[in-house]
């Protein structure tokens, strides 16, 4: 029985999913994007998003923590360059998974692994990066409709200005 056996072995020996999680992760931060099986696609899933987590915080310790996980410099600058200043913002879910069907060969199920924020199709800001601000709940309604208020009143008072000048110009055409 697996009672609280959470981790998924993918039918491998630990040091073998340990080197493979690591090479997709890595072709994960550089490409963007990678397909693979469902299950790896999981897999993966847990296993990169708490290194970007740490990518966040751009020291000499994440780094190397990072580092220890991954084995790739290259990987690396382009986790705490690009991926980081990418997704300050959001607190997590920094990845998509996009099931494609089931392959020719051995009609395992495919799916599409990729990094939320670098999808242009999907986001919304495409390729914008995203400022690090605090959530409330709260509607911003009440500024919204004084603002509102406060353009009408000065475009009533500029109608109201502009009134008297035409009136005193058409008295004078007449005289």
Do not use: W
């Not at 500024?143 to 000048?165: H, I, L, V």
């Amino acid at each position: 029985m697996r009672h609280g056996d959470k981790i998924k072995n993918l039918s491998r020996t630990a040091s073998h999913r340990r080197a493979l999680l690591s090479n997709l992760a890595c072709q994960l931060i550089r490409h963007k994007g990678i397909v693979t099986t469902l299950a790896k696609a999981k897999a993966l899933r847990v296993y990169v998003e708490p290194l970007i987590t740490k990518a966040k915080d751009n020291t000499t310790h994440q780094r190397r923590v990072v580092f220890s996980y991954l084995q790739d410099k290259e990987a690396i600058t382009e986790l705490f360059g690009n991926v980081a200043g990418k997704v300050g913002g959001r607190p997590g879910g920094y990845t998509r998974i996009i099931k494609l069907g089931t392959r020719v060969g051995d009609n395992a199920e495919t799916a599409l692994i990729e990094l939320v924020d670098f999808n242009e199709i999907y986001g919304k800001g495409k390729g914008e990066v995203k400022e690090a601000g605090k959530k409330t709940r709260r509607g911003g309604g009440r500024k919204k409709a004084d603002a509102a208020k406060e353009t009408e009143e000065t475009e009533a008072a500029a109608e109201t200005a502009e009134a008297p000048a035409i009136k005193q110009k058409s008295k004078k055409d007449t005289e």
